[in-house]
């Protein structure tokens, strides 16, 4: 059993069996990946995307304003919480900083709307997700002020260094790896797979981005999360279930308000463990 950990439903590619999300969602159930956790970009998709989890009960959202969209008003930590907690959001998110791309919304502004996020995750108790890209320094700093070790978050979609990684699993964060880690010139991110504990690592495929080896090029879609998985498992010398099963724990440890959506035998795996 898997778990597509960040995938951005709302936006799917019409080339995606062709436009038909039900046929992409069933697509990636046939390849056992039973709980998706569809990701806002900006808090106007929120509503839609509870429209989706009310229609299919192994879809969760997130509520958050990505930090390279442009928007005429700053969302204030109230908009925020008021948003996840109108339409049940498991995560705040995706927020962060991305300073590789400072046009669109310059450092200072990605900078004060990221505090606000880890402000509303704080207060609500949710876990929040990460975008963050050549900004280490700043993450670490703003996670370290704001966030509670005993909720966490995931950097999704991880491709900064292990010295990174690390710093955030002590502050109660997952690391989650995306179709990157199978490109060929992902090297250094393979080596940082086979140095990270596996009880810290989710799976995404950050839909329809960045599909996967063999299917770059194409709009990447949660089926291809298995893909990930693989190429985990193949770095780590362990079998794909080992990957699947301790990944698919971490998701409901992290994400403790998708629990009551996770099939039944899950739920008592995961309660007999001790995990939630």
């Known amino acids: 059993m898997f778990v597509d950990s960040h995938c951005h439903l709302d ?8 436009g038909d999300l ?37 879809v969760v959202i997130s509520a958050g304003l990505h930090p390279l969209h442009t928007v005429e008003q700053e ?28 046009e669109s919304v310059p ?20 876990p929040i997700v990460v975008h963050t890209r050549e900004a280490k320094d700043d993450t670490l700093a703003l996670l370290r002020e704001h966030t509670d070790p005993k909720v966490g978050g995931v950097l999704h979609c991880f491709t900064e260094d292990l010295d990174m990684a690390r710093e955030a699993i002590k502050l109660g964060f997952y690391i989650s790896l995306s179709g990157i880690v199978t490109f060929r010139n992902a090297e250094s991110l393979r080596a940082l797979v086979r140095k990270l504990p596996l009880d810290r690592l989710l799976v995404e495929t950050d839909s329809p981005y960045l599909a996967p080896v063999p299917y770059r090029g194409k709009p990447n879609e949660p089926a291809w999360v298995v893909k990930v998985a693989e190429c985990i498992a193949d770095e780590r010398r362990i079998s794909v279930d080992e990957v699947a099963m301790q990944t698919t724990a971490n998701f409901y440890q992290l994400f403790r308000a998708a629990v009551p959506e996770a099939p039944a035998h899950i739920r008592n795996g995961l309660a007999q463990a001790g995990l939630v």
């Not at 039973?34 to 009960?57: C, G, K, M, W, Y």
């Open 22 to 58: 039900n046929a992409t969602l069933e697509a990636a159930r046939t390849a056992d990946v039973s709980q998706f956790l569809a990701i806002a970009v900006t808090l106007e998709d929120v509503p839609n995307l509870a429209a989706l989890a009310r229609e299919h009960q192994d």
């Open 11 to 18: 936006r799917l590619s019409d080339n995606t069996h062709g």
């Open 75 to 102: 969302p204030s930590v109230d908009d925020i919480i008021d948003m996840a907690d109108q339409y049940g959001a498991v995560a705040i998110g995706e927020s962060g900083l991305d300073y590789h791309y400072r």
């Open 107 to 126: 450092a200072d502004v990605q900078y004060a709307r990221f505090k606000r996020h880890l402000m509303a995750a704080h207060e609500l108790e949710l």
